[in-house]
């Protein structure tokens, strides 16, 4: 298992995103630190057993507000480095 720490964009509320990917390359567990507590346990439901592709492909480009990012999208940034690039 393999755990990251991923700090935010200034714009959203939540300050980092703990993120845990499990053996199999399937995300097991997301925590957002700070933040709308209810929607960002559903993010985090929502995107758990997925791969940190097939996620951020799901909540990529989610806008809070008229803010240029989220919360979700945040999450899907950070994903995203995580994927080795194709070649």
């Known amino acids: 298992m393999k755990k990251f720490n991923f700090t935010t964009s ?5 300050t980092s ?3 845990e990917i499990g ?3 399937k995300i097991t567990f997301v ?3 700070g933040g ?3 929607s960002l346990q559903a ?3 929502l995107v758990k057993g997925k791969t940190p592709e097939e996620a951020a492909g799901i ?3 989610i806008l809070c507000g008229n803010k240029n990012t989220s919360c979700p999208d945040q999450l899907a940034i950070a994903l995203e ?3 080795p690039e194709k070649k």
């Not at 200034?10 to 939540?14: A, G, I, L, N, R």
Request: proline residues 4%; hydrophobic residues 35%; contains cysteine.
């Open 10 to 14: 200034p714009e959203v509320c939540s």
């Open 17 to 19: 995103i703990d993120v």
């Open 23 to 25: 053996d199999s390359g």
């Open 31 to 33: 925590r957002f630190n």
């Open 36 to 38: 709308c507590h209810g």
């Open 43 to 45: 993010v985090s439901a």
């Open 59 to 61: 909540i990529r480009g």
């Open 81 to 83: 480095s995580l994927i």
